[in-house]
């Protein structure tokens, strides 16, 4: 299997026989496993958690087909921990006016000196807007590759929540009048709350003291714990605080 850091020069390899791919799908992310690759030449990895915004950020990539194959755009980082709307996603991106086009998907976002600190997943496309692209911090892409490499897929928890926020309860005019949290709307069956007291109508509000006012903020507090993992919840029943210790079970993506 490659190094890490070989990962982003195979992406961009066009003609290459016997390969093997897995992917995660949010967001895709693929390792390829290639006869001979420690003889690839490489790109170093950098550390996406040090980045501040103003910083230059390189994009390289394949806008619009091989015929423009190898583009490069300079550009800054122009904010961190982004969420998009109407995306399912479980990462926090990073937003840079580099120029971003369809075909750039995959591609290295990298520092000045060359080092990739992310890979070029989306940017806005909309009458007026211009410089919104973004990537998938290259830190998270290391994780997911680790687990891709070992496991051939990307273990995450699990609670077997169908829940509604403020927001989606906004979106599909649904009244709401409680004060934060996430409202049980259903329970999966055989799940791991379905062996706790959490039923439908409780309103989850932490886990192990991380605030869930919002299902983005809970998949992001999920994102630091792996199945078989103890968590407490803080939950509301009947306008009462309440807590349930549940082990999170595995998420098998159906």
């Given at each position: 299997?490659?190094?890490?850091?070989?990962?982003?020069?195979?992406?961009?390899?066009?003609?290459?026989?016997?390969?093997?791919?897995?992917?995660?799908?949010?967001?895709?992310?693929?390792?390829?496993?290639?006869?001979g690759s420690d003889k690839l030449p490489v790109a170093e990895f950098g550390n996406s958690d040090s980045l501040q915004p103003g910083e230059t950020?390189?994009?390289?990539?394949?806008?619009?087909?091989?015929?423009?194959?190898?583009?490069?755009?300079?550009?800054?980082?122009?904010?961190?921990?982004?969420?998009?709307?109407?995306?399912?996603?479980?990462?926090?991106?990073?937003?840079?006016?580099?120029?971003?086009?369809?075909?750039?998907?995959?591609?290295?976002?990298?520092?000045?000196?060359?080092?990739?600190?992310?890979?070029?997943?989306?940017?806005?496309?909309?009458?007026?807007?211009?410089?919104?692209?973004?990537?998938?911090?290259?830190?998270?892409?290391?994780?997911?590759?680790?687990?891709?490499?070992?496991?051939?897929?990307?273990?995450?928890?699990?609670?077997?929540?169908?829940?509604?926020?403020?927001?989606?309860?906004?979106?599909?005019?649904?009244?709401?009048?409680?004060?934060?949290?996430?409202?049980?709307?259903?329970?999966?069956?055989?799940?791991?709350?379905?062996?706790?007291?959490?039923?439908?109508?409780?309103?989850?509000?932490?886990?192990?003291?991380?605030?869930?006012?919002?299902?983005?903020?809970?998949?992001?507090?999920?994102?630091?714990?792996?199945?078989?993992?103890?968590?407490?919840?803080?939950?509301?029943?009947?306008?009462?605080?309440?807590?349930?210790?549940?082990?999170?079970?595995?998420?098998?993506?159906?």
């Open positions: 299997i490659l190094a890490l850091s070989s990962l982003l020069h195979i992406l961009h390899i066009t003609a290459v026989s016997r390969f093997q791919l897995h992917s995660f799908f949010s967001p895709l992310l693929p390792v390829v496993k290639i006869p950020a390189v994009a390289i990539g394949n806008p619009l087909g091989l015929e423009f194959r190898g583009t490069v755009t300079v550009g800054v980082i122009s904010a961190l921990n982004r969420t998009l709307d109407d995306v399912e996603q479980q990462i926090k991106l990073i937003q840079t006016d580099a120029a971003i086009n369809p075909g750039n998907s995959g591609g290295a976002l990298c520092t000045a000196d060359g080092k990739v600190i992310g890979i070029n997943s989306a940017k806005i496309a909309k009458a007026g807007v211009e410089g919104m692209g973004f990537a998938i911090p290259i830190n998270q892409v290391k994780a997911i590759v680790s687990q891709l490499i070992s496991n051939g897929h990307v273990t995450r928890p699990y609670l077997g929540l169908y829940g509604i926020d403020k927001t989606l309860a906004a979106r599909n005019g649904i009244s709401w009048d409680h004060n934060g949290g996430i409202y049980v709307y259903k329970i999966a069956d055989g799940s791991p709350l379905d062996g706790s007291d959490i039923v439908r109508g409780d309103y989850i509000m932490q886990i192990n003291g991380k605030v869930t006012n919002s299902l983005s903020e809970l998949r992001n507090v999920m994102m630091n714990y792996k199945p078989g993992d103890k968590v407490t919840i803080t939950y509301e029943h009947s306008g009462h605080t309440r807590t349930a210790v549940v082990v999170l079970g595995e998420d098998d993506g159906k």
